[in-house]
């Protein structure tokens, strides 16, 4: 299998690109984000997924391990494939999906072409709890001091979010939970609150 690919990108759409590594053409589907990224004739490094099928190897390309995962994990649910997957990842920021899940807000997946109503639940659900560990988010481990905080405000950075808006949400959830409650419960009320926060700043 091939996890990573570089070399230099000899040709691009909006949704491929060609990556030349000594003298061999390699075509990666990739999201529009992804592919605006990049320019020809430059450098090229993607972490990839390659999906097998009797009549067909097809290479994914992602711009993180996170994103690489995520396709995986979403690829776990039944009724998503490969392009699916790759559609949600271009519609949706890796906070946005880790927040839909956490929020069960199966309409964020419904608002992506070719995801229908039934599909988007079974997300939600398929996915419900199998996100922290790309966070580095531990359900077992107890909140006890100020660096279990750091390592949530460190998770959602990870997943996109300003680092700001991140330690505010932080704050105001830990100061929301008992004492004794997991980091888990944590991430969720500050994921909570930034698509809140979102929502009503998008609505103005």
Request: net charge neutral; proline share 2%.
């Amino acid at each position: 299998m091939i996890a990573s690919i570089r070399g230099i990108l000899s040709a691009k759409t909006s949704h491929q690109l060609v990556v030349d590594v000594s003298g061999v053409g390699y075509l990666i589907h990739v999201t529009p984000n992804t592919s605006a990224k990049f320019s020809i004739g430059e450098e090229t490094q993607l972490f990839t997924a390659m999906v097998v099928r009797e009549d067909a190897m097809t290479l994914f390309g992602f711009q993180s391990s996170l994103e690489q995962e995520l396709f995986d994990l979403l690829r776990s649910v039944t009724g998503v494939g490969p392009k699916s997957a790759l559609a949600i990842l271009g519609a949706l920021s890796t906070a946005e999906i880790a927040s839909a899940v956490a929020l069960d807000n199966d309409a964020a997946f419904k608002a992506v072409s070719g995801i229908g109503p039934k599909t988007a639940k079974l997300i939600t659900v398929t996915l419900a709890g199998k996100l922290s560990h790309l966070v580095l988010v531990d359900q077992t481990d107890l909140v006890s001091a100020d660096s279990d905080l750091g390592s949530v405000v460190e998770a959602l950075v990870s997943l996109g979010w300003p680092e700001r808006s991140a330690q505010e949400a932080v704050r105001e959830a830990s100061a929301s939970v008992k004492k004794g409650e997991g980091r888990e419960v944590i991430l969720r009320l500050a994921l909570s609150k930034l698509g809140a926060s979102k929502s009503a700043s998008g609505s103005k």
